[in-house]
């Protein structure tokens, strides 16, 4: 069973940094795309990352780009992302999500629960 785990979610102040863990088990973790969405308070669904299965390539919501970086240790079948200069705007609840697809950009099939993120004085 696909199983995925998000972690590090914390309560910080703006400026400050945190680094999101994802631990995934179930499948071949290095033959697919991984994703971060977030959901803000009373807002949708938004996406905010991806990686390919190589860590060759990756893209950013524009909102957050110069400040957070996405990365994946395969060896480790673990998903990160790491937030620096953080933003009010950036409390959420952030998901760890897994590609439908072993190539390209396809969606996403399973979901982790989701861990909190507060940015705030």
């Known amino acids: 069973q696909v199983q995925l785990v998000e972690s590090g979610g914390a309560l910080v102040q703006p400026g400050g940094s945190l680094r999101l863990s994802c631990v995934a088990s179930g499948f071949t973790f290095d033959r697919y795309w991984m994703y971060w969405v977030r959901q803000a308070p009373g807002k949708g669904l938004e996406w905010v990352s991806d990686i390919d299965t190589s860590a060759d390539t990756s893209d950013y919501i524009e909102s957050v780009k110069g400040r957070f970086i996405i990365s994946r240790d395969n060896a480790k079948s673990t998903l990160y992302l790491q937030m620096n200069s953080l933003q009010p705007e950036d409390t959420a609840v952030y998901f760890c999500?897994?590609?439908?697809?072993?190539?390209?950009?396809?969606?996403?099939?399973?979901w982790g629960k989701g861990t909190l993120v507060t940015v705030s004085s």
């Open positions: 999500a897994k590609g439908i697809a072993t190539i390209g950009r396809d969606g996403m099939d399973y």
